[in-house]
Each structure stands twice: as C-alpha cells, then as structure tokens.
C-alpha cells in the first residue's frame, strides 16, 4: 500500500467540504496510514467468489401510496435556517467559484 | 415502598394502583438529576417543564380512569433519550458543535410513539458525536462519568443515557447501538440494553451515522424492563422505508418465562480465552454453569470470519458516515461559518464543518472518503462488503446448531478516562464482539452477570438471536437474571457507590 501523504489528505479533505489546518493535515495523515493499515486485513478472505453484503435485509424499493400527507410548515421548515429571506432559506452565492 | 431505586415495572404497577403519581416518581428523578449530575453528566438537556407538564397529563387521564385501556404498562414511568433522536421543539445536537440550538421542528417516531405511550421524556443525554465513538469522550460537550467509578468511561457512544439509568437519574432510556453503542455501555455500567434486530425499530428522525447498520434500542436495570420498553418502541413504520413489515417479537413474554429447559445455547470459540480480562472470563463461564443448571444445553460453534468484522467495520461505517454527513452543509440548519457576503457557499460548508466537526468524525469522514474513492473502492469498501457476507454466513452456520449465541461483551471492564481516547485503534478495539451482531442485523442483548474479581467493575454477557428471534435472548435474559438474583440476594447496581453522599 502506498503511504499516505500530506497531499493525498489535503485532496480527500477537499472532496469532503472539510477545510483543515497544516497541523491538523500532518496528524490525520499519520493516523489514516495507521488505520488502513489494521483495516487492510478485510482483503485477506476478500475472494472474487464472495458476493458482496450492502444491506443486512433483503429488501428493495418500499412503495407508499402517492397521497399528500400532513408536513411541516414553510415557518416550521425554515426554523432552523442560519439564515432566511423572503420565506426561503438564503444562501451564500453559488457562483463564481472555480 | 415506590422510589427511583424501584424498577420500571414496579413504578408502573404503583402508578396503576395510584400509590405515587406520574408528577411525584418525576419530580423525584429530577432532583436526582439535580443532585448528581454535576457528577455524572449524563443529560445534555434537562426539560423540566416539559417532563412535568408530560406527567400531570398522564395523572388526570388517570384520574379520569382512561388508563388502562388506552394507554401502555409504562405510562407516567420516566425515561431518558440518547440526543441524537429529534424531539419537537427540543435541543437535539447529536454530541455536534455543527447542531448546537437546532430544535427540531418534528418528533421522531420512537419519541412520538413514546409520548403516545405517556413515557415521561425528562431530557436528552450525551453521547459520542454523531455516535462515533465508545467513551462518549468525543462528545462536543464534555465527558460522561461512569456512576461505579468517576474515573472511568461509561463508554459509548449512548454513554449518557447508560450512566443515566446505572446512576438512578432514569429507570428508562433509549440509545442507538451501530456497533455496540447499546450493548458495550450496558456492560460497562451494569444494566440490560438491547440492540433490535435491524429494521425492528424506526429511524425515523434518528440522526444517521451508518445507515446499513444504526438501530435505536432500550436500555433498563432488569430484562423486563427493557422488554416493556422494546414493546412501546418497536414496530413497523412507513416512514422508514427499512422497517420491518412484521408482527413485534414478543419479548415481555419471553422475559417473565424464566425458563431455558432444552434451549441450546452456543458459545462462539473466537470470542472466548485470551483477549479478554480474566474477571470477564469467569463471570462468563459461571453464567454458563448457571445456564447449564437451569436445563440449557452448551455446544460450541465456531465463527472464523469474525476476526475481519472490526477492520469491515471500520471501512463500512465510515464511508457511509461520509456520505451521510454530508447533509450538514450549513444552508438549511445548525452552524454556518465565515458567511460575510464575499465567500461562495463551498467556502462557507468548508469552514462550517471544519469548525463544527470533532477530531473523530473528521478522521471518519476522510477515512470513507478514501475508501469510496476511485481507484480504492474495491480493495476497501467492495471487501468489507464481502466479508460482511462471510460474517453473516458465520452466524447462520452457528443458528443450525443453537438457538442462541453468547460471548462477553467487551473484551475488558470499564477502562479510565482518556486511557485511549489518543489511539483510535485501541479504542475501535473494545468493540470487538459487538460489532458481528450489527454486520449481520441481528440482535443481541447486554445483561449485567457480575463484577469482575480484580476491580470490583461490571461485566455484561452478549445474548444474540437470529434475525427477528428478539424473544429468545429476553427468555435467556430473563432465566439467567433471575438466577443470578437469588445467587446475590441484591440487584448489582446495590454494589455501586452513592453518588448522592454529599462530600
């Protein structure tokens, strides 16, 4: 397994929204190669003829009947906004990033 | 007499035959909380107000005589709630500085079914962030203590609502078990908590860690407790598409049977000798004497592949954790950062959640990240998956020769504050028997069988049923409680130290 570097963290971290510090950066980079290291294991029974477990029940697409139901309040779906305008949620500009 | 040393069943029927009220049992248990939590913290939230408003109502549908045909055993009995289920109008922040304040504009539907129950709800108790953890040292808010010794851990991650009920500050309360978080505290506290088979419990309005695994579960001082308690919260709902569409096992049955005669019980091989604490070893086997007394028959079965499920766990639950936190985005709820007019809104998530995150959901969330990546998916992720089909097929294999499954629950006795908390692969160890149960959905019971000779701390004995058999570790429980009771001539907890001694 090749380590893991700085960079490799400073990249997942930036896939994943979480903005680090160098420090923080230099810590989680020693403690992922830490941990994939005693996690590598699984691929030692890991054969080609094993089928993969997603989910520990059997179940697939739960269908409902398509009515309208009782829901929250725009005031109620809004309550816990950081911040609002005109009975929607506001939100730092989207563009011009990138 | 009726007081908060009483269990749940007990305050129930002296509720019924109007020997105390729902406002007196209480209003003695916040005092409790008032006295000893300083000591513990076990709550995050105390609703004063709430809980008493809640009681006085279940007191005059009483008084009316409404009671009995409507509403459950447990009506006006006290509980605790693990903060990570919303309760309308309530803080509910997960052990998160990302949800500090949020109040949920909803219930979930174990809260709902509990207030429709008259379960009186006194607060929310700490826990792990977002549940990651078995310490409940990651909580954002301070530690929880455990009520046997100050010192040392309750675990984790529904630490809080353990230490609650082991502490007297609620005969009740509701945790989430991923991985053990039910079951590994439980044990570290000396009380009964259960972890449902998967889908046997909604998540409705639960806070999602690892969505292929989380259940909500009960924790109690006695089998029958969380066996009425199980029963209040279980049952299909269609909110939760990965409910379980199916009659509720009958656990408050199987917990009075008190009675194993013919019952084969299996020890698994791998979760017994070395690696676990020679205390933990012997109260274990003198549970198996006790079993075996009472007209079980032992066989031993072998689980080879469960060596892999902690290093699967590790990768399964982190990526999903990953991908499930990725909601908290700082646009609809909870903290938002650096948002001064001239950041874009990735900006703003970015710093929101490097601000509102804990060192362990950061490690996490980066971990599953890495192993959903392209290029690594298959030798992580897509291998854990496999050897959650081997862990399953273990179990199965073990179900044709037993009825149920025991082993310890944790490898060791509570251990000190801060012992692990700098080694996260010391700590993701003490979940090492707990973590098959969640792998293959079952579940599995944490019943208190003793204290462990060289510290005097609490041991738990792990029960696991197949999928929906949730009745035969209450009956085992239940058999092997009352065995132990009349071995001791006391309830375990009457070895635990007064917290309420004023210094």
């Known amino acids: ?98 | 007499m009726t007081n908060i040393y009483s269990t749940a069943a007990e305050m129930a029927s002296a509720l019924s035959k109007k020997e105390i009220t729902s406002v007196e049992l209480t209003k003695a248990h916040l005092d409790r909380i008032a006295e000893v939590d300083g000591k513990l913290h076990s709550f995050l939230h105390v609703d004063n107000e709430g809980a008493l408003a809640q009681a006085a109502e279940v007191d005059a549908k009483r008084a009316m005589g409404k009671m009995s045909e409507t509403l459950s055993p447990l009506a006006g009995v006290p509980i605790a709630v693990k903060d990570i289920l919303a309760q309308k109008g309530i803080p509910t922040t997960a052990g998160s500085k990302i949800l500090e304040g949020w109040r949920p504009p909803y219930d979930s539907t174990v809260v709902a079914k509990l207030k429709a129950a008259g379960v009186v709800i006194l607060g929310k108790t700490n826990m792990d962030e977002f549940a990651m953890g078995s310490s409940t040292e990651n909580s954002a808010y301070g530690t929880t203590q455990n009520p046997w010794d100050l010192t040392r851990t309750p675990g984790g991650s529904s630490g809080g609502s353990a230490a609650a009920v082991a502490g007297f500050e609620a005969p009740l309360a509701i945790g989430t078990d991923t991985g053990g978080s039910i079951r590994q505290p439980a044990a570290l506290t000396g009380i009964v908590g259960v972890k449902p088979t998967y889908g046997g419990v909604s998540r409705y309005g639960v806070i999602a860690y690892s969505s292929s695994l989380d259940q909500v579960g009960p924790f109690g001082r006695t089998v029958l407790d969380t066996a009425l308690l199980h029963e209040v919260i279980a049952g299909h709902d269609e909110r939760d598409s990965t409910s379980i569409n199916a009659p509720i096992p009958q656990v408050v049955a199987a917990a009075k049977r008190l009675d194993v005669k013919g019952m084969k019980i299996g020890v698994i091989k791998e979760l017994s000798g070395s690696g676990f604490q020679a205390g933990v070893s012997a109260r274990i086997n003198e549970s198996i004497e006790l079993l075996v007394a009472a007209g079980a028959e032992i066989v031993e079965v072998s689980c080879p592949n469960f060596e892999y499920a902690l290093a699967a766990y590790y990768l399964i639950a982190p990526s999903e954790a990953s991908s499930n936190l990725a909601r908290f985005d700082s646009m609809r709820y909870g903290l938002r950062v650096g948002d001064d007019g001239t950041k874009g809104a990735e900006e703003v998530m970015s710093a929101t959640r490097e601000a509102g995150f804990g060192k362990e959901v950061k490690r996490r969330i980066i971990l599953g990240t890495y192993a959903l990546s392209s290029g690594y998916y298959d030798a992580y992720y897509g291998s854990a998956q496999k050897v959650r089909t081997l862990v399953k097929r273990d179990f199965e294999n073990a179900f044709t020769k037993a009825d149920v499954l025991i082993s310890p629950v944790t490898p060791t006795t509570a251990f000190k504050l801060g012992e692990k908390s700098n080694d996260p692969v010391a700590m993701y160890l003490s979940d090492i028997a707990t973590i098959p149960v969640n792998m293959a959905g079952i579940g599995g019971m944490s019943l208190p069988v003793g204290l462990a000779e060289e510290d005097g701390l609490p041991v738990g004995l792990q029960i696991m049923a197949p999928l929906m058999q949730d009745d035969r570790f209450y009956r085992v429980g239940g058999t092997l409680e009352a065995a132990l009771l009349s071995k001791w001539g006391k309830p375990i907890l009457s070895n635990a130290p007064d917290l309420a001694v004023k210094k």
């Open chain 1, 1 to 98: 397994m090749a380590a893991i570097s700085r960079d490799d963290v400073a990249h997942l971290a930036k896939l994943a929204r979480v903005e680090m510090t160098p420090d923080e950066l230099d810590h989680m980079a020693v403690e992922l190669e830490q941990i994939l290291g005693a996690v590598k294991r699984v691929q030692e029974v890991a054969t080609a003829d094993i089928p993969p477990t997603s989910h520990p029940l059997s179940m697939s697409n739960i269908f409902r009947d398509d009515v309208v139901k009782p829901s929250l309040t725009n005031e109620e779906a809004l309550s816990g906004a950081p911040a609002k305008a005109e009975d929607r949620f506001k939100v730092p500009q989207i563009l011009g990033e990138e």
